[in-house]
């Protein structure tokens, strides 16, 4: 079975898991190489715990408080008129 881990590879070649790894690692890998994102090179292995942490730091950042909130009932309202065109073509 494949799995994937999130890692670091410092300027030695050491690889650092950027967070908990819930298995034993042995046996053989492949590696794909990312381009380095100038957002994440500034962001420390231990500031990183995975995709909860960027999910918590997206729900606490200003641009997501302040984003447009719509009516819960205009929504159901405008899928349903979609739903009701797609049904009539």
Do not use: C, Y
């Not at 799995?3 to 410092?10: A, F, N, P, S």
């Not at 008129?81 to 009539?88: C, K, L, V």
Request: charged content about 30%; glycine content about 4%; aromatic content about 4%.
């Amino acid at each position: 079975m494949l799995k994937t881990i999130h890692v670091e590879i410092d300027r030695t070649g050491q690889i650092h898991p950027l967070e908990p790894i819930p298995f034993k690692l042995e046996g053989r890998a492949l590696l794909t190489l990312l381009e380095s994102d100038t957002n994440e090179r500034d962001i420390t292995p231990a500031e990183i715990k995975g995709n909860a942490s960027r999910a918590l730091r997206l729900l606490a950042s200003p641009r997501f408080q302040h984003r447009p909130k719509n009516n819960s009932e205009e929504i159901q309202r405008r899928i349903s008129a979609i739903r009701d065109e797609w049904n009539n073509d």
